[in-house]
């Protein structure tokens, strides 16, 4: 099936412990599409300024990402981001952001990209999420969000989350947006609006999924080589519905979701090895097989009966 994100597409600069870099291609969109595109033909929409040009299209193009919908605004610059991390990369700090095109940003869906039978709505206002959605002919859809939209924009985010099949948000944000501090009643809350899956994506601490037959979860790949974190869970995301979109069966059966787990987890921990999307670009199908399997090895155990003392 062919997959559509819809998002941020981004220069980003970029300091943590280990280097810094002043011009990173990124965006959730990027991200995202990168990771999906090990999976399924992946399809971008995000608006771009004059000085996004070749050398980007280059390394999207090379992942066989289709390009055909992203917006040039002439005159204009593409969305900017600077941030540092400390040496607890759990900590980060906003030092820079430019929204420039991505102000005025009102998607718009190509016939192709409205017949995707898989469609991913990134972190953008969620009203412009509910408008994409309403173009799409998706057989599935899941979105991300933001702190910010909980806070500025709920009710509009709540209506938005009652038109998806997924929700991947951070656990704390499922937290918030509910206000239930605990993660399975604030999940189950998230449920109760209207999805069939949520996803609670807790970092160094790996990922749950709630539905309403039970709950998943997988920890973190256990990578030591932790580089710069920037849109790891966006491409968490891509893996996750890019394994979705790659199976035919229609919908999305509890053991598919599982996997996609797997495959979202892998995804995550190779983009957090290298900055931007460095390492994203030399990973090859080989090395995500390999974790996934190193994932299942070391997230398995044997529920052998023992004899419990009363």
């Given at each position: 099936?062919?997959?559509?994100?819809v998002?941020?597409?981004?220069?980003?600069?970029?300091?943590?412990?280990t280097?810094?870099?002043?011009?990173?291609?990124?965006?959730?969109?990027v991200h995202?599409?990168?990771?999906?595109?090990?999976?399924?033909?992946?399809?971008?929409?995000?608006?771009?300024?004059?000085?996004?040009?070749?050398?980007?299209y280059?390394?999207?193009?090379?992942?066989?990402?289709?390009?055909?919908?992203?917006?040039h605004v002439?005159?204009?610059?593409?969305?900017?981001?600077?941030?540092?991390?400390?040496?607890?990369?759990?900590?980060?700090?906003?030092?820079?952001t430019?929204?420039?095109?991505?102000?005025?940003?009102?998607?718009?869906?190509?016939?192709?990209?409205r017949?995707?039978?898989?469609?991913?709505?990134?972190?953008?206002?969620?009203?412009?999420?509910?408008?994409?959605?309403?173009?799409?002919?998706?057989?599935?859809?899941?979105?991300?969000?933001?702190?910010?939209?909980?806070?500025?924009?709920?009710?509009?985010?709540?209506?938005?989350?009652?038109?998806?099949?997924c929700?991947?948000?951070?656990?704390?944000?499922?937290?918030?947006?509910?206000?239930?501090?605990?993660?399975?009643?604030?999940?189950?809350?998230?449920?109760?609006?209207?999805?069939?899956?949520?996803?609670?994506?807790r970092?160094?601490?790996?990922?749950?999924?709630?539905?309403?037959?039970?709950?998943?979860?997988?920890?973190?790949y256990?990578?030591a080589?932790?580089?710069?974190?920037?849109?790891?869970?966006?491409?968490?995301?891509?893996?996750?519905?890019?394994?979705?979109?790659?199976?035919?069966?229609?919908?999305?059966t509890?053991e598919?979701?599982?996997?996609?787990?797997?495959?979202?987890?892998?995804?995550?921990?190779?983009?957090?090895?290298?900055?931007?999307?460095?390492?994203?670009?030399?990973?090859?199908?080989?090395?995500?097989?390999?974790?996934?399997?190193?994932?299942?090895?070391?997230?398995?155990?044997?529920?052998?009966?023992?004899?419990?003392?009363?």
């Amino acid at each position: 099936m062919t997959l559509c994100v819809v998002g941020s597409i981004a220069f980003d600069a970029v300091e943590t412990e280990t280097g810094k870099r002043d011009r990173l291609l990124g965006g959730a969109a990027v991200h995202f599409s990168m990771a999906a595109s090990f999976f399924a033909e992946t399809r971008v929409i995000g608006p771009v300024g004059d000085d996004f040009g070749e050398e980007e299209y280059a390394v999207l193009h090379a992942r066989g990402v289709i390009t055909d919908d992203i917006e040039h605004v002439p005159g204009g610059k593409t969305f900017f981001w600077s941030g540092r991390y400390e040496r607890d990369v759990n900590v980060r700090h906003t030092l820079q952001t430019d929204l420039n095109v991505f102000e005025h940003f009102e998607p718009k869906l190509s016939a192709d990209s409205r017949a995707a039978e898989t469609l991913f709505l990134a972190n953008i206002q969620p009203d412009l999420q509910r408008a994409v959605r309403e173009q799409s002919d998706a057989r599935f859809t899941a979105l991300d969000s933001m702190n910010l939209w909980i806070d500025i924009a709920h009710d509009s985010l709540v209506r938005t989350i009652g038109m998806v099949d997924c929700v991947i948000l951070n656990d704390g944000e499922i937290r918030q947006l509910t206000d239930e501090p605990n993660l399975v009643r604030a999940a189950r809350a998230v449920l109760d609006l209207g999805p069939r899956v949520v996803v609670a994506k807790r970092g160094e601490h790996g990922a749950a999924m709630y539905t309403r037959e039970g709950v998943f979860g997988l920890p973190a790949y256990p990578t030591a080589d932790v580089v710069d974190p920037t849109g790891a869970g966006d491409s968490f995301a891509g893996g996750f519905m890019g394994c979705v979109a790659a199976d035919d069966g229609g919908e999305p059966t509890d053991e598919l979701l599982r996997t996609a787990m797997a495959y979202g987890t892998a995804l995550a921990s190779f983009n957090v090895e290298a900055f931007g999307t460095e390492r994203v670009q030399t990973l090859t199908g080989g090395e995500i097989a390999g974790r996934v399997e190193e994932l299942e090895r070391i997230s398995r155990f044997e529920a052998a009966p023992l004899v419990l003392r009363a």
